[in-house]
């Protein structure tokens, strides 16, 4: 036996080819280090509901408003009215983000976890988005720019947005958010299908105790001000698949820099998105109580009114340090 | 290896107004086999209510769950146990004439 000229080659080849024949493992491309891999057909694994700051009394009154409802994560066996059960792409089971029927609002599953070190970061996921189904006689049989013609589908205009997001803060209390969101759609049906992320960080619980900020109910909470929201390059088209009842599983990977506090790319499916020039707004002030915080939250934000559901299958977050 | 039994606890409504019938919103259970309401009252009101348990199997239609309504006043904490319930759940919350609620937390406990 030889000592391989680089051990470093040889480790990493023999980590790919144990990657590679574990079905589970094998469609996803993590960093050397993982540091969660959930599948949902075994709990929740830590996905909960974004709750606000309440106060010493845990009083209701004490949550901003627009955080109050964030609602709670649902093991979804994509379950519906035409065909039973769907399932989900790797067993039976699937994590769902639901939001009310209500414009504007928005449901949220975060997962918490803190740094061990600083570098690149990634999150993988196999997800799919959906309008709710209806099954109406008197429903309408269009919405914005789909009108049913056998192919198209108003559910597909009724999705809003989905979004994949950080809350990040180390180095004595320097906070800040990456983000990328997938506008679909906008109040009134027009079919968007872009890339944006916001250019200041998101309001917090401080920041409206210290009455700087107050938003109702429904705000976009990530970044309340559309004008805050910058679109990233082209549309990008996805495969809702005609109707609202037929689940298609895409590809979502995104790498960020904790050392830089930096996006590095966004890939979905098969587009490749350099996002090094995408700013990464840090909050001026400094935090407390958060230090070497690594948050990733998946969101979904109806602005039909329409429930929207974000599934997903899988979730892998990997790390180079 | 231990296995311990799956369990969620989803806080449905943490703030509810409640002052007409009240669904909670469409909620999968299927992995579930057994599950308990709480309904708990966070400001003493006056009046009574009852509690009801429906079903779904396409979270689109609902249908009231065979066992008798759960009835109280609206004060403290009343709880209902709900077992063989398929695919979806929510819970009907009616108020009596005059009730008044004003802060209402339901919570749905699921257990494997």
């Not at chain 1, 988005?129 to 008197?138: F, G, H, L, R």
């Not at chain 1, 930096?262 to 840090?282: A, F, T």
């Not at chain 2, 348990?53 to 009835?71: C, M, Y």
Request: hydrophobic share 35%.
């Amino acid at each position: 036996m030889t000592t391989p000229a680089h051990p470093d080659d040889t480790a990493a080849s023999l980590r790919e080819a144990i990657r590679s024949s574990d079905p589970h493992l094998s469609k996803f491309r993590p960093l050397p280090r993982i540091l969660a891999h959930d599948d949902f057909n075994t709990g929740l694994h830590g996905w909960v509901e974004l709750g606000g700051n309440y106060n010493g009394k845990g009083e209701y009154g004490s949550l901003d408003r627009h955080f109050r409802d964030f609602r709670p994560p649902q093991l979804s066996t994509c379950n519906f009215f035409d065909v039973g059960t769907h399932g989900a792409m790797s067993g039976t089971y699937a994590l769902k983000l639901a939001t009310r029927p209500h414009p504007g609002h928005t449901a949220t599953g975060i997962r918490r976890l803190t740094m061990s070190g600083r570098g690149l970061l990634q999150i993988e996921a196999y997800l799919a988005y959906k309008a709710e189904a209806v099954v109406d006689p008197s429903a309408e049989n269009g919405f914005g720019d789909m009108e049913w013609d056998g192919n198209r589908h108003p559910s597909e205009a009724q999705f809003g947005a989905f979004t994949v997001a950080t809350d990040l803060c180390g180095d004595d209390g320097v906070r800040y958010h990456t983000v990328v969101r997938y506008q679909n759609a906008d109040e009134d049906g027009n079919m968007l299908r872009q890339w944006r992320y916001p250019i200041v960080p998101e309001p917090t619980p401080r920041e409206a105790y210290e009455g700087k900020v107050d938003y109702p109910y429904a705000t976009d909470f990530t970044a309340p001000d559309p004008e805050d929201w910058r679109v990233y390059g082209q549309p990008q088209e996805l495969c809702m698949n005609e109707v609202p009842t037929k689940v298609n599983w895409h590809y979502l990977r995104w790498v960020i820099d904790t050392d830089k506090r930096k996006n590095v790319e966004v890939q979905l499916n098969d587009q490749l998105m350099d996002w090094s020039d995408v700013p990464v707004p840090i909050y001026e002030d400094r935090y407390g109580s958060l230090e070497n915080l690594l948050n990733f939250y998946f969101s979904v934000r109806t602005l039909s009114g329409q429930r929207n559901f974000l599934y997903l299958d899988s979730v892998l977050i990997s790390a180079d340090w | 290896m231990i296995l311990v039994r799956e369990s969620q606890t989803a806080v449905l409504e943490r703030g509810l107004d409640l002052t007409d019938q009240w669904a909670t919103e469409p909620f999968e259970t299927a992995w579930a086999g057994e599950a308990r309401w709480f309904v708990q009252f966070l400001e003493r009101g006056s009046g009574s209510v009852s509690l009801h348990s429906q079903i779904s199997a396409d979270g689109l239609t609902w249908v009231d769950h065979e066992d008798a309504p759960v009835s109280g006043e609206a004060a403290g904490i009343l709880t209902a146990p709900v077992r063989d319930f398929g695919h979806w759940l929510r819970l009907v919350v009616t108020p009596a004439e005059g009730t008044v609620a004003p802060l209402v937390r339901i919570v749905l406990s699921l257990k494997e």
